[in-house]
T-cell receptor
Framework: AQKVTQAQTEISVVEKEDVTLDCVYE???????LFWYKQPPSGELVFLIRRNSFDEQNEISGRYSWNFQKSTSSFNFTITASQVVDSAVYFCALSEPNTGFQKLVFGTGTRLLVSP | DADVTQTPRNRITKTGKRIMLECSQT?????MYWYRQDPGLGLRLIYYSFDVKDINKGEISDGYSVSRQAQAKFSLSLESAIPNQTALYFC??????????????FGPGTRLTVL
């Protein structure tokens, strides 16, 4: 069965530190999609990235980068030079072909606290 | 204006009351979803609808019902609310998958408290 594990419940860092949020997934399919969403204190869910299972290239967007490794079933998210505005709960999610890629299974989230 | 709106944003109600949460979207998407978020549990799917005539149960549908009144509207009802339905509820939409895996767009959430 599909499953997403975010083992880090909460991480606290000081501004300008780098931080990596871990995501490990389980799936029997060779084709699937992985996502990261951000939930700031205001509560809304903000889409950050989508990655398909055939693209293992790392991706960088500003201070954000993602490391996808199929060999370890991981899709980790790194924030470089963290800022207070990065404080949020971050969710990793998985979608699979048997649902038409339209159902997301979420991890339990990692709360990131960035202090000044 | 927001693409996905939810009303109400906050609601406090009593055990046994009937509650309806409404979701509207202007994205033109066929697919709509209802999730609930509980602390430490992430988001769990309650119901989803791939078009007006297609409604499906999700992971935790017991105690909930839905109505897809139009392409743009998807309502979630609690027929007889109970305290363990206290949670943050999200509506989401997604478009027809192109190559697959289109992201879901979430509403701002409705915080429901059942006393």
């Amino acid at each position: 069965a599909q499953k997403v594990t975010q083992a880090q419940t909460e991480i606290s860092v000081v501004e300008k530190e780098d931080v990596t949020l871990d995501c490990v997934y389980e799936t029997r399919d060779t084709t699937y999609y992985l996502f990261w969403y951000k939930q700031p204190p205001s509560g809304e869910l903000v889409f950050l990235i989508r990655r398909n299972s055939f693209d293992e290239q790392n991706e960088i967007s500003g201070r954000y980068s993602w490391n996808f490794q199929k060999s370890t079933s991981s899709f980790n998210f790194t924030i470089t030079a963290s800022q207070v505005v990065d404080s949020a709960v971050y969710f990793c999610a998985l979608s699979e072909p048997n649902t038409g890629f339209q159902k997301l299974v979420f991890g339990t989230g990692t709360r990131l606290l960035v202090s000044p | 204006d927001a693409d996905v709106t939810q009303t109400p944003r906050n609601r406090i109600t009593k055990t046994g009351k009937r509650i309806m949460l409404e979701c509207s979207q202007t994205k033109g998407h066929d697919r709509m979803y209802w999730y609930r978020q509980d602390p430490g549990l992430g988001l769990r799917l309650i119901y989803y609808s791939f078009d007006v005539k297609d409604i499906n149960k999700g992971e935790i549908s017991d105690g909930y019902s839905v109505s897809r009144q139009a392409q743009a509207k998807f309502s979630l009802s609690l027929e007889s609310a109970i305290p363990n339905q206290t949670a943050l509820y999200f509506c989401a939409t997604s478009g027809e998958p192109g190559t697959g895996g289109d992201e879901q767009f979430f509403g701002p959430g409705t915080r429901l408290t059942v006393l």
